[in-house]
């Protein structure tokens, strides 16, 4: 199984030493997960001692579903060196009352505290039959510190200033960003409001408290927050000179988005 998994799992520890070296995933923060579900026949799984999970999935599509995710209390920058232990496959029951930990983790293991964000985010990606698979959640700094500030804890206002600052956004992200306000970390509502966001968007900016983006695969997921915390970061490096930032002009993103149009 485990080899059947290996490029996944590569990859998500490959992302989680990028989140670490940036100063994105401090302590256990940030989470990952990829529906696996076509890679995989857990059919003939030996189950008897694999840890069972009581949750509550309000997702039926969800059911009989496997993932990789990592695990509650993972620290990104420990992937790479213990993958069997903080990073999980799971298998959604068939009653959604519960999950078996197939892999990883060992006794005791359970999924992240934000699955139930991760769950919601891949029944709306199953349900509308889209390409991505890979979700992504993590605390890049400067579209934190951006959420702090009144002035831009606004979504037009946020997406407008981040594309404005750098032309590459309109490029990969020509819907733009999307913002959720604050909800506490691992609740429902905060899943709702993600799902809804990114009905519109592929990266949403969690007020005060991070982001999430999707993607085909983890890596993709990861770009897209990239290029947006860098054009946060270009905007603070300005105004720390003193000085007010001009973006780009109202001509230049016209141009830009006759040539880049978000996706159907």
Known sequence: MLSDLKEYI????????????????EM??????????????????????????????CHPVCAQHQYLITAAGARCRDLSHFPGK????????????????????????????????????HAYLSEGQRTERAVLHTHPTHLIALTLLTSYNIEQTLSQLLVSIHPEILVSLPEGIGLVPYSCPGSDQLASDTVTALKKHRVVV??????????????????????????AEVFFLCKST???????????MRNLQKLYKPPD
């Open 242 to 252: 003193g000085h007010d930032v001009q973006g780009l002009r109202e001509e230049d």
């Open 28 to 57: 256990n923060a940030g989470n990952m997960s990829i529906d696996v579900t076509p890679s995989v026949d857990v059919s003939q799984w030996d189950r008897t001692s694999c840890p069972i999970v009581e949750c509550a999935v």
């Open 10 to 25: 590569h990859s998500i520890c490959y992302i989680g030493d990028i989140l670490w070296n940036r100063g994105w995933a």
């Open 86 to 121: 903080d990073i999980l496959l799971i298998d959604v029951s068939d009653s959604l009352d519960r999950y078996t930990v197939l892999q990883g983790g060992g006794k005791g293991a359970q999924a992240t505290s934000e699955l139930a964000t991760h769950l919601a985010v």
């Open 206 to 231: 969690w007020e005060k408290h991070g982001c999430i983006s999707i993607g085909d695969t983890i890596e993709q997921a990861f770009d897209l927050i990239d290029v947006c915390n860098k054009a």
